[in-house]
């Protein structure tokens, strides 16, 4: 996988696809750990609350 950009378009889908996958996976877990966690040892995703202050920083709306 050195140079992705020789691969066919067909591939570099497919591998989209599984990194995709995976981070989904991913993330249900981590939601699944913060619901189990006590409200004192939450932990924050730092690129949602980012997103979320920039939603109210500048009036924006999640669609956009």
Do not use: H
């Not at 996976?25 to 619901?35: E, G, I, M, S």
Request: proline share 3%; charged share 25%; glycine share 0%.
């Amino acid at each position: 996988m050195d140079n992705i950009e020789a691969m066919p378009t067909a591939v570099n889908y497919a591998l989209l696809e599984s990194a995709l996958t995976a981070f989904e996976a991913a993330k249900k877990l981590l939601t699944t750990a913060q619901v189990a966690l006590s409200p004192e040892n939450q932990f924050r995703d730092s690129r949602e609350t980012a997103a979320t202050l920039d939603c109210f920083a500048y009036d924006l709306s999640r669609q956009e």
